[in-house]
């Protein structure tokens, strides 16, 4: 498996990753009609654009083994509201059958380190206060936990919790 910068032709694939992986993941926590309402061609037009525009402020990501299996996409942090934070963990996702295998460390520390590259000295992510295995997973590499925030999604209120990571410290 190769831990890449994506280019415009893994769009599809990044799509597909994307919407599998949300239905395998947030069932249950989603409502149905969010889940069955997001779509591959959706999905890749939002990438494709982003990698089309020059200056799009968007890294990302693919984990590819023939096909993508895996994809994150960093940036600057979306305003919310840790002004230490400049840099932001947009979305990680690796396909359920190829999890546990280390792509998803592998993908959070290459853009990690091209973020600290790019001057920045902290990242956050925002994950779902209900997603008890990306929780897990963020804070087995050091994250931490800097606040929670109440998103609506699909019409419902969720709570989504923030972890912190100290690029320069590197614990992940
Ligand atoms: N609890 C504790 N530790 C964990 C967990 C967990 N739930 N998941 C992974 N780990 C540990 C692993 O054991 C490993 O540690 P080790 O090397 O010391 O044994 C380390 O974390 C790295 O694990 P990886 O194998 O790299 O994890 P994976 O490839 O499965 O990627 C991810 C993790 C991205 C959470 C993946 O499982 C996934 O896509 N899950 C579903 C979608 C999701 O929740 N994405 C994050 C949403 S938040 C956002 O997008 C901003």
Not at 22 to 39: I, N
Not at 74 to 100: C, M
Not at 130 to 148: A, H, I
Not at 149 to 160: F, H, P, Q, S, V
């Amino acid at each position: 498996v190769r831990i890449r910068r994506a280019r415009l032709e893994d769009v599809p694939g990044v799509a597909r990753v994307q919407v599998d992986t949300w239905r395998a993941t947030y069932r249950g926590v989603v409502p149905e009609a969010f889940l069955e309402g997001l779509s591959y061609e959706g999905q890749a037009e939002r990438w494709a654009q982003g990698l089309k525009t020059p200056t799009w402020p968007g890294r990302l990501f693919v984990a590819e083994s023939g096909e993508v299996v895996g994809f994150a996409a960093f940036g600057p942090d979306r305003a919310s509201g840790f002004p230490d934070y400049t840099a932001e963990l947009w979305t990680l996702y690796v396909l359920p059958a190829w999890q546990g295998k280390g792509l998803g460390r592998a993908l959070f520390q290459e853009g990690a380190r091209l973020l600290r590259a790019e001057s920045h000295r902290r990242m956050l992510v925002w994950v779902l206060k209900e997603n008890l295995q990306g929780r897990g997973f963020y804070e087995r590499l050091g994250g931490v936990l800097l606040g929670e925030r109440e998103i609506t999604l699909g019409g419902i209120k969720l709570w989504e919790v923030a972890y912190g990571f100290d690029l320069w410290g590197q614990r992940w």
